[in-house]
C-alpha cells in the first residue's frame, strides 16, 4: 500500500503536496496518451506521437519505484548551463534573468555555473547605452558568479568596441562557436 504523501507549505504560505517524480511522469504519460497527442503539422501529417496505451505496472512495481523516486538525494555535483539570449525584448531579457536567478535559488550558489552568451537582438543586454538591466547583471554577477559573453560578430555587424559594453562582459567571441564549445563539455543548453 502506498503512503501518504506529506503535505507542506511553500515560501509564499500555500499548501503544497511533495510528489514523487515517477509518479508526476506517469500522470502526464497518461493524460497525453489519452489525448491522443499529435505530431507537428508538415512532419508526417501530423500522426499520433502517442498511440500506445501507457504500460500498466503493477502495485508492487509502481509502489517500489515511487518509495526509490522520493528517497533521490541531490547528486552534490556541480552544474554547468549556458543560456542562449537572441532576443532584445526587455521581457525576454527580463525573464532570461529571473530563471537564472531562479535556478541558483533552487540550487544553491554552490552546485550551479551559469554563463549567459548574447548575440543579434540580445546584445543590447550588455551594450551600455542600450542595457535597462545593468544593475540586476552586476548583482547576478556579484551574487552568483554567473559569467557574460558577448558576440564578436553581432559586436562587428554593429560597429561596438569592447568599451561599448557593461564592465561585467567577461568575454567577447563568436556566440555560436561559445555555445558549441560550451555544449560539448558537457553544459545543459537552456534558450528560453
Not at 70 to 77: C, D, F, T, V
Not at 120 to 138: H, M, N, Y
Amino acid at each position: 500500500m502506498m503512503e501518504s504523501h506529506a503535505r507542506t507549505t511553500d515560501r509564499y504560505g500555500r499548501m503544497t503536496m511533495k510528489m514523487p517524480l515517477i509518479f508526476m511522469l506517469l500522470c502526464v504519460g497518461v493524460a497525453m496518451s489519452s489525448m491522443g497527442c499529435h505530431g507537428p503539422a508538415g512532419m508526417g501529417g501530423g500522426e499520433k506521437i502517442f498511440n500506445q496505451p501507457v504500460a500498466a505496472l503493477s502495485s508492487a512495481k509502481m509502489s517500489a519505484q515511487l518509495q526509490s523516486a522520493e528517497g533521490l538525494e541531490p547528486s552534490g555535483r556541480v552544474h554547468r548551463v549556458v543560456m542562449h539570449l537572441n532576443s532584445g525584448e526587455e521581457k525576454v531579457q527580463r525573464g532570461m534573468l529571473n530563471n537564472i536567478r531562479n535556478l541558483y535559488d533552487a540550487m544553491g550558489a554552490e552546485r550551479v555555473n551559469v554563463e549567459l552568451v548574447a548575440h543579434g537582438a540580445g546584445l543590447s543586454l550588455f551594450i551600455t547605452r542600450d542595457s535597462q538591466l545593468a544593475d540586476e547583471l552586476e548583482k547576478l554577477k556579484a551574487l552568483y558568479r554567473v559569467s557574460y559573453t558577448a558576440c564578436s560578430n553581432t559586436m562587428k555587424a554593429q560597429g561596438l568596441t569592447r568599451a561599448d559594453l557593461i564592465d561585467q562582459v567577461d568575454r567577447t567571441m563568436p556566440a555560436m562557436v561559445r555555445l558549441m564549445e560550451l555544449q560539448e563539455q558537457g553544459w545543459a543548453y537552456i534558450k528560453p
